[in-house]
């Protein structure tokens, strides 16, 4: 792998005195969707936190290409091109699709060599997500849960993103929108975008991903390519929901 787009180095975090985060180190190289697994509670979501500025005591160094955003503050560290979709869809209920997407508008990015980024807009989106192709003017309140969960991620990538940050997009969401959120960050790949992306069930994380590593207790039990994983059922038993 060249020089990682993301690169987390021995990390650590806390809430106050209760430390969530050991010794963590990941990487993720441009191009690739990566999942973090791991049970509920395991540290996922901690990770992405703090991954995006947003854990205020940590420790640890943290690369996002080519510069340390190590102690950076979140909208510096989204500046830069890093996108971020939390597991609790935060969409504007009242404002329609389309607004909610607008809010996520950023002009285009190139990578620190020049390379210019995937670029997104609107009607790309609405291409990607039929569903929301169909009721632009809807009221971001008046979607289902997985409906909801597409609006996010669409408007993370009106942001033109280097590498993006899924929390859980499978999380509560029916099956039928599972599958076509699993196609959807398929296409993404094609598109070149990278993804960390943060999943308990190995199934879905197997149709998506080139590479896991596997949490517990907020330290990395096991990593390896998604058909290694794919093979041990030991460290499925173990740490993830099969
Ligand atoms: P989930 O799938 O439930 O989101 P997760 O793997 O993302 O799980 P985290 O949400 O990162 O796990 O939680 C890791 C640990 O941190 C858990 O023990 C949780 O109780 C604790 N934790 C999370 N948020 C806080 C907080 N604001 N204050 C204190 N402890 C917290």
Known sequence: ???????????GASYGAAQ??????LQVGRGEVVALMGRNGAGKTTTMKAIMGLMAQSTGKIRFDGHDISGKQPYEIARLGLGFTPEDRRIFSDLTVLENLDIG?????????????PVWTEEKL????????EMPNRP????SGGEQQMLTVARTLMGNPLLMLLDEPSEGVAPLIV???????????KAGVSILLSEQNVHFAELVSDRAYVLEKGQIQWNGTMAELAENIDIQRAYLTV
């Open 105 to 117: 508008r950023q002009p285009p990015r190139k990578f620190s060599d020049g390379v210019p980024a």
């Open 1 to 11: 792998m060249s020089a990682p787009m993301l690169s987390v180095e021995n990390f």
């Open 126 to 133: 609405l291409a990607l997500f039929p569903n929301l192709g």
């Open 20 to 25: 969530i985060l050991y010794d963590l180190s």
């Open 179 to 189: 599958e076509l959120m699993a196609n959807t960050i398929l296409e993404l790949k």
């Open 140 to 143: 971001g309140g008046r979607m």
